[in-house]
Nanobody, 124 residues
Framework: QVQLVESGGGLVQAGGSLRLSCAAS????????MGWFRRAPGKQREFVAA????????RYSDSVKGRFTISRDNAKNTVYLQMNSLKLEDTADYYC?????????????????WGQGTQVTVSS
């Protein structure tokens, strides 16, 4: 079993930056894929970014590409999401997820473990 705990959310002005962290406990393997998803008010949860813990391969949604960076520190069992140039439309609850596969997918129901989420609010 894997437990995921997100942190780092908060209130930030448009154009600002935040870094989210996802700490994993329990057993993870280098072939796991870790992802970030978000759910804005009134919308469905959507894929943001993912990284394979072994290869470091990454994938991003078009809406965040060039602004967000996902990274991992395997020694700390932690995955990060650096969010720069934040926009009002980035306001959402952000969730960390883990998948028992080397294949990165954008489909949320293909992830096996989920954190409780952390709120990000971008103000004008």
């Amino acid at each position: 079993q894997v437990q995921l705990v997100e942190s780092g959310g908060g209130l930030v002005q448009a154009g600002g930056s935040l870094r989210l962290s996802c700490a994993a406990s329990g057993r993870t393997f280098n072939w796991y894929t870790m992802g970030w998803f978000r759910r804005a008010p009134g919308k469905q949860r959507e894929f943001v970014a993912a990284v394979n813990l072994g290869s470091g391969s990454t994938r991003y949604s078009d809406s965040v590409k060039g602004r967000f960076t996902i990274s991992r520190d395997n020694a700390k069992n932690t995955v990060y999401l650096q969010m720069n140039s934040l926009k009002l439309e980035d306001t959402a609850d952000y969730y960390c997820a883990a998948r028992r596969s080397v294949v990165i997918t954008t489909v949320n129901n293909e992830y096996d473990y989920w954190g409780q989420g952390t709120q990000v609010t971008v103000s004008s």
